[in-house]
């Protein structure tokens, strides 16, 4: 008896939703008459690539249809499609669209309405889906995962709890305690198929959280060469004359969205963003001010100061610039997962890392700094190892020496050798050498404190 009841209870339900399933259709189809454009000219909406659940409730709509996200017709057949059970979810999809309750990641399927296709196992989609990382999609790397939900299970994921929450606070005009962390950057009835066309980005896949009801990037005055006209795309993977993002000999960004704007709706210089996987709030991201060792970024529109020592393609860019560059955050950073540390790509400037970065407080920092910064073996030392940049450098070096009371800097050890020094107690978003000022912790060395912005 108890069973019926709960029976009689799902199919109101259910019912409710497919009133609720019309009125949707409705709204698009009466207030976005152009957007049921745009949604055919999306990834989902597309007629040959589009949505197609593999089921066969399903099996007579054709590929696109909203039916295959939005359960409009669950009840047809008398039956519920896969995954089927559980109470009914918002925005009439077919499962929940965001687990709230998990807060600290490692996600499986059922966290999130997108991995039920985007995924490299079980896909729900005809035939799957094969999503490769940055690195590879439009770096060239060889490939290493292949799914949405495997990139985000990697070492460093944008942490889809935080983003939902910070999302629901400050983007609340389309964002609603019942979105999904993936709307906040992606419009899921616009997105297209940037991977098909990676040169393009007419095809562009994300929209703002700032102007989430249009794609970014599709339009111009919305890709990197008109952020900056001082942006040297990196070489793409293997190459010493093509480019990302998509093995060309274009080299000014005029062919990639703008994704500093992009990113920088969240990390600028005034949102506090708290992350519950570094446990604090991040460091604040200053893109835009200038003046050298008081102003941001120097790998973004703040100048670098001194003469450089850097690889190709910048050395010699063909921009005709030898500073003043401005980097793309996608130039070291994935957008979802990474096997490194903080999103780092494993792949820059047309190489793999040396390894893999699994810490922050490290030495191992090199191997990123490393692809497109000259390290020792330019100038005649050893090959992953910076001590001509810090000591020798006659034209710039902070510690010109090597300065003296070596463990002051490099701690102890015997067996010769100075141990090198952790790079992120002053290479950091906003850093500076001020940890010479702090006798809580080596390097500990006052009057060499230089104040020269580190990043
Ligand atoms: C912080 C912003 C952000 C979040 C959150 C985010 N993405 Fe992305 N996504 C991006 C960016 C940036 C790209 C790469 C740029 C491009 O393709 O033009 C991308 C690319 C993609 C792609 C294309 C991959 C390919 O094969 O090239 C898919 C699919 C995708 N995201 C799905 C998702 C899903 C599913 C989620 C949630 C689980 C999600 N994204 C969360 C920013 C985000
Ligand atoms: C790839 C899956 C997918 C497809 C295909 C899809 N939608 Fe959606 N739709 C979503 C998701 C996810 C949301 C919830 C957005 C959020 O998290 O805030 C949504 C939300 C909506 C909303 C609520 C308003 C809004 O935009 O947030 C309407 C209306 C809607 N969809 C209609 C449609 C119609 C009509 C179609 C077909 C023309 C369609 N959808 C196709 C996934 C899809
Ligand atoms: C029913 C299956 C299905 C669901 C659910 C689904 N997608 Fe997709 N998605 C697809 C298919 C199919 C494509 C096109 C695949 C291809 O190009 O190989 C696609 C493509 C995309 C792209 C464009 C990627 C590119 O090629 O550059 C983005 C972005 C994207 N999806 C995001 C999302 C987000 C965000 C969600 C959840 C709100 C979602 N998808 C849910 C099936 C789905
Ligand atoms: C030259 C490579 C490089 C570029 C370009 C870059 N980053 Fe980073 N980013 C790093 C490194 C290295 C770290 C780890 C050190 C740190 O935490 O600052 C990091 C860390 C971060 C963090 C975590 C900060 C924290 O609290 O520890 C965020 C957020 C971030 N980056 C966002 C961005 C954004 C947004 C952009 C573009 C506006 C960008 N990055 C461009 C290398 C880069
Ligand atoms: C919708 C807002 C939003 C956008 C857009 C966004 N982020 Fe984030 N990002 C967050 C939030 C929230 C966190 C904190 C959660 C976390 O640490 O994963 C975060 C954390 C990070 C971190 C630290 C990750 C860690 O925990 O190790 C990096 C690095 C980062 N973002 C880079 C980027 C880059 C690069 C872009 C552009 C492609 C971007 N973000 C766009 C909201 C955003
Ligand atoms: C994708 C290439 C790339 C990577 C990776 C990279 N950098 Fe840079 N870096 C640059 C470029 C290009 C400049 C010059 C910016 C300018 O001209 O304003 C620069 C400038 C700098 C400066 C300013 C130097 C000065 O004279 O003012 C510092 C410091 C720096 N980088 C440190 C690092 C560290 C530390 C790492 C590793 C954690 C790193 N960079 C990784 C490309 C990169
Ligand atoms: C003000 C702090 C400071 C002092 C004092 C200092 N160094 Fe350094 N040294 C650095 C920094 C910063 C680096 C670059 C990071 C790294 O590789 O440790 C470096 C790098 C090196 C490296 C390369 C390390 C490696 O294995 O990659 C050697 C060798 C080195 N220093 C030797 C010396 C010697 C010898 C002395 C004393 C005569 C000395 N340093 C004093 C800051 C200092
Ligand atoms: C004690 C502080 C400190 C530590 C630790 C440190 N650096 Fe530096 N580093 C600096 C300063 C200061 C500069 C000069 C910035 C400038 O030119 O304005 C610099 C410059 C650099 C540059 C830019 C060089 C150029 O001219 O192109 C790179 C790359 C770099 N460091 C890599 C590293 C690496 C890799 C490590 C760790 C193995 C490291 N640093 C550790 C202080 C430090």
């Known amino acids: ?96 669209n965001f687990n709230t309750t998990n807060t600290t990641g490692s996600y499986l399927q059922s966290d999130d309405f997108c991995f039920y296709c985007h995924t490299s196992l079980n896909s729900l989609q005809s035939g799957g889906i094969t999503n490769y990382d940055y690195s590879t999609t439009f770096g060239g790397a060889t490939a290493s995962v292949t799914g949405i939900l ?31 962390p993936c709307v906040a950057c992606h419009n899921p009835h616009l997105a297209r198929r940037n991977k098909a066309n990676p040169t393009d980005p007419s095809y562009t896949a994300i929209s703002r ?12 005055g919305e890709r990197m060469s008109d952020y900056t006209t001082n942006y040297q795309a990196p070489y793409y993977y293997n ?20 994704y500093d704007t992009f990113c920088t709706d969240c990390h600028n210089s005034t949102n506090t963003i708290y992350s519950t996987t570094l446990g604090r709030n991040l460091y604040k991201i200053d893109w835009v001010t200038a003046g050298g060792e008081s102003g941001g970024d120097k790998h ?53 890392l040396a390894g893999n970065i699994t810490a922050f407080d490290t030495v191992y920092w090199s191997y990123l700094c490393g692809r497109c910064h000259k390290d020792d073996s330019y100038y005649g030392g050893y090959a992953g190892k910076f001590e001509y940049i810090h000591h020798l450098d006659p034209d710039d070096a902070p510690y010109p020496g090597p300065p003296s ?9 015997g067996g010769g050798g100075k141990p090198p020094i952790p790079c992120n107690r002053c290479h950091f978003h906003g850093g500076n050498d001020s940890c010479l000022l702090d006798s809580s912790n080596l390097p500990y060395y006052p009057s060499l404190y230089t104040g020269r912005r580190c990043f």
Not at 5 to 16: G, L, S, W
Not at 160 to 176: G, H, M, R
Not at 249 to 257: E, F, I
Not at 306 to 326: E, Q, Y
Request: include cysteine; glycine fraction near 10%.
């Open 300 to 352: 973004g529109q703040n100048s670098a100061t001194t003469s450089l020592n850097i690889k190709d393609p910048f050395a010699t860019s063909p921009l005709g610039i030898s500073i003043g560059f401005v980097l793309s955050c996608l130039d070291c950073h994935e957008p979802h997962g990474s096997p490194n540390v903080m999103l780092i790509r494993r792949e820059v400037n047309g190489g793999d």
């Open 239 to 258: 190459s010493t004359s093509t480019y990302e993002p998509g093995n060309t000999a274009t080299y000014n960004g005029s062919n990639m969205p703008d």
């Open 209 to 220: 959280p700032t102007a989430h009801s249009q794609l970014w990037g599709d339009d111009s």
């Open 150 to 180: 495997d990139a985000f299970n990697q070492t460093s994921f944008h942490n889809l709890y935080d983003v939902y929450n910070f999302a629901k606070n400050n983007f609340s005009s389309f964002f609603t305690a019942s979105s999904n």
């Open 405 to 413: 009371r070596c463990g002051w800097c490099h701690g102890g050890g």
């Open 1 to 96: 008896m108890e069973t019926n009841v709960v029976y009689a209870i799902q199919r109101k339900i259910k019912e409710k939703m497919k009133v609720l399933a019309i009125v949707l259709g409705l709204i698009l189809s009466f207030s976005l008459p152009a957007g049921a454009g745009n949604y055919s000219l999306s990834a989902h909406g597309d007629a040959a690539n589009g949505v197609k659940r593999n089921v066969t409730e399903l099996s007579s709509y054709v590929q696109g249809n909203c039916a295959h996200c939005h359960e409009q017709h669950a009840s047809i057949n008398g039956a519920e499609p896969t995954p089927s059970g559980g109470a009914p979810s918002g925005f009439c999809l077919f499962a929940d």
